[in-house]
């Protein structure tokens, strides 16, 4: 159900496609409605996958709470950027390198929240079009033809009838407007022209989209919306100004041991530790690509794969492909493995 701008309320006649579309992910609602209205303190230990709704998030405690009962471990920086999004409506602007858990957090945030995840991921040449939504030309087609066969004369009527709501397709921010609950993710919006940062903000800021030939589309209930950017340009200040803006850096040793651990149960936990140091000294070394949390978990799994109780020069040796994607970073950090993994 929507709401055009003059009050109007209307159903779309594809909602289900739509619901099928938007449930992609994990244990996405498709029902369209929130799942329980428990506090979150009572569900600890219950219901290990059991949906909360927005509302019932407490606090920064709380939801970090609920991402870890999902097997993502944040810090109260993020726990708290992430809260407030969502009590104070707000996008969350997530900037990070890769690989430190950005889109990852919109995933498992609309896991915890039982809400399907609706993914925009950005690319150079985005347009509204792909984006916004646009006109099935083909079934509009079939519509003239099929009132030309019942000798339909009404020529003002017929223009009219080409530009109905069925005539019109939802693509993401349309679905995740018409969406409720939904958890919105724009994808590395820096991978697109800063031209499409404009169709961004009327989305962002009002929670609307401007179809000219039906008017102002209003969401009733708007998305959870999540933006990410590796900041390979910088995003428009317009746009940065409608949302909560988070710096993801990369996780403490303590806490990437326990996502490794976490995500990897077959991992011991003194090989998680040595990955985890070794990806924190790599980190500090001149590399053209740093490894983030993603690497270290490639790395330990590739470990796990080959039996290795233990990261040594020999084998750091030959699995450094896991971790390092440039020939330059692993020439650079061959000849040094043994003080790399040296020490505690
Ligand atoms: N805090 C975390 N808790 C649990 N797992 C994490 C965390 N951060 C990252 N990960 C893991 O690292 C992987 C990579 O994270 P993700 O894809 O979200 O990175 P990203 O910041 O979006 O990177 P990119 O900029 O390359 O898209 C995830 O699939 C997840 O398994
Ligand atoms: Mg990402």
Redo the contacts with the bound molecule.
């Keep these: 159900m929507m709401l055009l701008s003059d009050g109007t309320k209307v159903n779309f006649p594809y909602s289900d496609n739509r619901k099928t579309s938007a449930a992609g992910q994990g244990n996405a609602d498709t029902s369209g409605r929130c799942a329980i209205g428990v506090r979150l303190s009572s569900l600890r230990g219950v219901g290990e996958t059991e949906p909360a709704t927005a509302d019932e998030v407490g606090s920064p405690a709380e939801l970090a709470d609920l991402l870890d009962r999902h ?4 810090d109260e920086g993020l726990a708290t950027a992430c809260f407030l999004a969502l009590r104070m409506g707000r996008p969350l602007f997530l900037e ?10 919109a ?1 498992t945030l609309a896991r915890g929240l039982g809400a399907p995840l609706i993914r925009l991921q950005c690319y150079e040449g985005l347009d509204a079009s792909q984006a916004l939504y646009d006109w099935d030309f083909p079934r509009q087609l079939l519509h003239l033809r099929a009132a030309e066969a019942a000798g339909v004369s009404d020529v003002t009527r017929l223009e009219g009838e080409l530009y109905d709501r069925r005539f019109l397709l939802a693509r993401p921010l349309l679905r995740a407007l018409e969406t409720a609950p939904s958890v919105l993710l724009v ?2 919006l820096d991978r697109a022209d800063d031209e499409f940062e404009a169709f961004l903000l009327e989305v962002l800021s009002d929670f609307t989209i401007t179809v000219p030939e039906l008017g102002t589309i209003r969401a009733e209930r708007p998305p959870v919306v999540v933006v ?1 950017s ?1 900041r390979t340009r910088e995003v428009h200040d317009a746009l940065k100004r409608r949302c909560l803006y988070h710096w ?1 850096e990369h ?1 403490t040793f303590d ?1 990437e041991v326990a ?1 490794i651990r ?2 990897l149960p077959g991992a011991a936990e003194r090989l998680a530790g040595q990955v985890a140091r070794a990806a924190q000294r790599l980190r500090e070394h001149d590399l053209l690509k740093p490894p ?3 690497e270290s ?1 490639d790395w330990t799994e590739a470990l796990v794969a080959l039996g290795a109780r233990d990261l040594d020069p020999g084998t750091a040796a030959v699995t450094l492909g896991a971790v390092l994607k440039y020939r330059e970073d692993q020439q650079r950090v061959l000849g040094g493995l043994g003080a790399l993994l040296g020490g505690g």
């Excluded at 097997?71 to 944040?74: G, Q, T």
């Design positions: 097997a993502y471990l944040c990070g390198e890769a690989g430190v858990g950005k889109t990852e957090l995933k994808d590395e990410t590796n993801l996780p806490r996502i976490r995500r983030g949390v993603a978990l």
